[in-house]
């Protein structure tokens, strides 16, 4: 079975641009979290997508975004990048809504880098 | 507010024991994971307890759960060069919708 696929690996944007991060979760896997890990804050909760739509939602702004497809894929939208938004971004798809005894499968993470 | 505390760094020489330990503040924890991460690579389940359980054992695993003190403890056997990694605890809570609370991760750093 494949795991959790993101794309692009790395990514370097400029100040004030946009970007759009992807994510294919395990097949049959309908609940995908996104994270945001940086060095000083760790691992932060973004949002979360099951059956096309946000389930929960973090403390970020809304300059972050997120959609998940009829087939469970998952894009993560970042609007007027700031040079605090460079991080390692995860993806993490799970068989059902909420952690309980389903836990995490996490993609390798999309590193951007902004200038 | 909901926390899960780790420490940040851990230093063992190889093959000896590591025990990487976490405390949490959230008394409805249902489950309580422990994840490891590589350089340069997303998160790896390790394993997971239930809140009822005190023990759980898997290899050279062993996770220790005392509910009173809120203490969660992973103990990793003869510990290997491919054991470097950072570990997280996280716990999810009824509360919270089973959102899971991370710990800051531990460091661990072995010695040869």
């Known amino acids: 079975k494949a795991g959790v696929t993101q794309t692009p690996r790395y990514l370097i944007k400029t100040r004030g641009q946009q970007v759009t991060l992807s994510c294919s979760p395990i097949?049959?896997?309908?609940?995908v979290s996104w994270y945001q890990q940086t060095p000083g804050q760790g691992l932060q909760f973004l949002f979360e997508?099951?059956?096309?739509?946000?389930?929960n939602k973090g403390n970020f702004p809304g300059r972050f975004s997120g959609r998940q497809f009829s087939n469970s894929r998952s894009e993560m939208n970042v609007s007027t990048l700031e040079l605090g938004d460079s991080a390692l971004y995860l993806c993490?798809?799970?068989?059902?809504?909420?952690?309980?005894?389903?836990?995490?499968?996490f993609g390798n993470g999309t590193r951007l880098t902004v200038t | 507010g909901e926390d899960v505390e780790q420490s940040l760094f851990l230093s063992v020489r190889e093959g000896d024991s590591s025990v990487i330990n976490c405390t949490y503040t959230?008394?409805?924890?249902?489950?309580l994971y422990w994840y490891k991460q590589e350089p340069g690579a997303g998160l790896q389940l390790l394993t997971y307890?239930?809140?009822n359980m005190d023990m759980k054992q898997d290899q050279r695993l062993t996770v220790l759960l005392n509910k009173k003190d809120k203490h969660l403890s992973l103990r990793i056997a003869d510990t290997q060069t491919g054991d470097s990694a950072i570990y997280f605890c996280?716990?999810?809570?009824?509360?919270?919708?089973?959102?899971?609370?991370w710990g800051a991760g531990t460091k661990l750093i072995i010695k040869p």
């Open positions: 097949s049959g896997h309908r609940s």
């Open positions: 959230d008394s409805s924890s249902t489950y």
């Open positions: 996280a716990e999810a809570y009824m509360d919270s919708n089973y959102q899971l609370i």
């Open positions: 993490a798809s799970s068989s059902v809504s909420g952690q309980r005894n389903s836990p995490l499968h």
């Open positions: 997508y099951f059956s096309e739509t946000q389930r």
């Open positions: 307890i239930f809140s």
